[in-house]
């Protein structure tokens, strides 16, 4: 890793560089702001959800659901994909051993994209919700705020397509002819996967989004049912974009914990090969399972089998990923840092995830969870509970290479013990409060229903506590970044053997053979 | 264990649940669907935002639903605006209302009582307050 940001520059520098680390750290800083704002949104969501009929912060259904609108957009689209991208930029030219990324402007473009896209789903805050499903989004949106939510999410989606082509080429053409792609490390493999899927998925929503425009301005019908259209076809385009991009979301979160892991047992990862065979089965079998968000549609019985089976099938690569951290980490020395504890919570948690999917996927019980607060579990544990924790592990794991100071260990481990606390209590209780029936994406519910009312008390509190640890996070990460200790440069964390870091870390442009 | 017989091993594991997961789902969603001939229709409409029922012999309702103890009935879903999604927790009744679709759920209710009906698809504005209910009276004939 280069240390650039250690002598000081002024921010306009950073700013107009096409480096691959500077746009690496752009990215990264704009995902993090993005995170604490989107974060103070589901503060207002929790707390407003913790008094039933009371209109607590949010007075009326209008704002609540814009609120949680852009709370969905904004954690997906400006936190999960900008983080993975500036990691993605920072790490994998070195880990390729190239120079910079293969189309250095192209990557300032795709990034400077996102700002924009960003200000429009602010200013125009819709209230689609993140699905957007038509016909509510053509025939009864608000505008301009809807139309913002689609120029918005159009300049977003383009900005992936142009980072994903780069990623593909830097990794396919630029890599170093003596490393062969098999001993690429694994998260540029899975930035390479995630931008090959993002290639094939992204198109279709693009059109989509444009279609729903044309639709909205009176000039088409495609998913207008009062105007000859079908919005079950708006559905399909969109989940065949979107259940692929929930690996997109999460690979580049298990391509971190490869990283960390094997570093911080101090012993050779279990299986390079079975890693790259994971990536690249998740990236073309997820292409095959979108319509299990479809189940109650209407859909006849073979065509929902037939989505569960491609579901089902996607499952063992997850698996794969497990078993390989579990036997890197079967009998080693581990040493457990920050970015290790952050790394196995992430491990546990994606574990119970990937449990709830499964049922998910089985119909008949997808007829009990569709619609409720179970799927707002599901997803954030996969989305806090694995993608949030891999990327917090490699903050920590990156930050004295990158300020050339250290985090303080003691204040890393209440953020993390808050973080997993608060992640288990708020999102196990979410499942449990759609088994109770609550249905998602309400803006009140009868106070009578007093199972509803308890638990979501219970999963406020334990938002409060998720939020309390991010609040951790942030003061710490500003305060030890100018007043932290001199990290050891060598050996930050003293696993002892330099064998264990990657050799750039002290040679931007040396060799590799640490890999 | 070896390398990787310790994997292989593993993923069967794996396999064999998911396979388990999708045969058992396939029984028992076939018997799900699987609607008795003598089933009485309702039709379902949703529209911003409450639930109007029509039944078979043409008497309406709106928002509070009545049924026979002992009786099939199946759901004709129809929406006239947006997509809904028709709800009675209590008895796993689930089915999007999708404007332009005819959409089918059903079920025999055989306790009575009164029972939540609610919108599970978001719907705008008063989504959240979509909300009726199901009553199911012995029957007396
Ligand atoms: C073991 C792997 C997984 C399985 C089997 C699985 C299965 C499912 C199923 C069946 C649904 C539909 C639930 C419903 O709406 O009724 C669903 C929803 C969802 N999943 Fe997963 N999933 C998996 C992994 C992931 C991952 C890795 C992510 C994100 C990073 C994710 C994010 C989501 C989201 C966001 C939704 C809800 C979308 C919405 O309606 O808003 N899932 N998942
Ligand atoms: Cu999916
Ligand atoms: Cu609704």
Same mark, same amino acid.
């Given at each position: ?266 012993k050779?990862l279990y299986s390079?090969a079975s890693?790259?065979?994971a ?37 063992p690569?997850?698996g794969m990923h497990v078993f390989n951290f579990l036997a890197t980490m079967w009998g080693a ?183 | 264990m070896g390398h990787d017989t310790a994997e292989w091993v593993f993923v069967a594991v794996v396999i ?23 089933? &009485? ?9 409450? *639930? ?5 012999? =043409? @008497?309406?309702? #709106? ?31 689930? &089915? ?9 759920? *059903? ?5 009575? =009582? @009164?029972?939540? #009906? ?24």
């Open positions: 890793m280069v240390l650039e940001l250690q002598k000081p520059r002024p921010v306009w520098q950073i700013m107009f560089s096409t480096h691959h680390t500077d746009v690496g750290y752009l990215y990264t800083i704009t995902g993090l702001t993005f995170l604490f704002m989107a974060g103070v949104l589901a503060m207002i969501i929790r707390t407003h959800l913790f008094f039933p009929g009371e209109g607590v912060l949010v007075s009326d259904s209008a704002t609540f659901n814009r609120i949680f609108t852009v709370h969905g957009l904004t954690m997906l689209f400006l936190f999960a994909l900008p983080v993975a991208n500036g990691i993605g930029n920072i790490l994998v030219p070195i880990m390729v051993r190239y120079k910079d990324m293969a189309y250095p402007k192209l990557n300032a473009i795709a990034f400077w994209m996102n700002p924009v896209g960003g200000a429009l789903l602010w200013l125009g805050f819709a209230d689609v919700s993140w699905v957007s499903y038509a016909p509510y989004s053509i025939i009864r949106a608000p505008g301009p705020a809807a139309d913002m939510f689609i120029f918005g999410m159009k300049i977003l989606g383009i900005s992936s397509i142009l980072s994903s082509i780069n990623f593909v080429v830097t990794v396919l053409k630029c890599k170093h002819p003596d490393l062969s792609l098999r001993r690429v490390p694994l998260f540029a493999w899975s930035m390479l996967t995630v931008s090959l899927m993002t290639l094939i998925a992204m198109p279709t929503y693009a059109a989509a989004l444009i279609m729903m425009l044309t639709d909205r301005l009176g000039l088409s019908g495609f998913f207008n049912p009062f105007a000859g259209g079908d919005p079950i076809a708006y559905l399909h385009l969109f989940w065949f974009t979107f259940h692929p991009e929930v690996y997109i979301f999460l690979l580049p979160a298990i391509g971190m914990m490869y990283e960390i892991i094997p570093r911080f047992s101090r050779p390079q890693g790259v065979f990536f690249v089965m998740l990236g073309i079998i997820g292409f095959a399972s979108w319509g299990h968000h479809m189940y109650s549609t209407g859909m006849d019985f073979t065509t929902k089998v037939v989505f569960m089976i491609g579901t089902l099938a996607a499952v690569a997850s020395r581990i040493r457990f840092a920050a970015p290790m504890k952050f790394a196995v919570g992430g491990i546990a948690l994606f574990f119970s995830a990937g449990a709830g999917g499964v049922l998910n996927s089985a119909m008949p019980l997808d007829f009990i969870s569709h619609g409720t607060y179970w799927v707002v579990g599901h997803m954030h544990l996969f989305l806090t509970g694995t993608i949030g924790f891999g990327f917090v592990a490699m903050v920590y794991y990156m930050f004295p290479y990158i300020t050339g100071r250290m985090y303080s260990e003691k204040w890393a481990n209440v953020h993390f013990i808050g973080m997993f606390w608060g992640t288990v209590q708020v999102f196990f209780t979410q499942h449990l409060l759609g088994l109770e029936g609550m249905p998602r994406r309400i803006y009140d519910y009868p106070p009578e229903f007093t199972s509803w009312t308890q638990l979501n008390q219970i999963a406020t509190v334990g938002a409060w506590i998720l939020g309390a640890s991010f609040a951790v996070f942030l003061a710490s990460l500003i305060y030890y970044s100018a007043k932290g200790k001199p990290a050891n440069m060598d050996d930050p964390w003293g696993l002892g053997g330099k064998y264990y870091y990657p050799v750039a870390a002290k040679n931007p442009h040396g060799g590799h053979s640490g890999y | 064999a649940v998911l396979v388990y997961v999708g045969v058992d789902s396939w029984i028992v969603q076939k018997e799900v669907e699987d609607v008795p001939a003598d089933a &009485e229709v309702i039709k379902v409409t949703g529209q911003q935002w409450f *639930w109007s029922f029509e039944h078979a012999d =043409g @008497t309406k309702e #709106i928002s509070t639903l009545h049924l026979k103890k002992g009786h099939a009935y199946k759901f004709e879903i129809y929406s006239r605006d947006v997509m809904h999604s028709f709800n009675i927790p209590d008895w796993v009744v689930f &089915e999007d209302a999708v404007p332009g679709h005819t959409n089918h759920a *059903w079920f025999a209710p055989n306790e009575v =009582g @009164t029972y939540p #009906i609610q919108c599970r698809e978001y719907c705008g504005l008063l989504h959240y307050n979509m909300r009726g209910s199901l009553v199911v009276e012995d029957d007396k004939s």
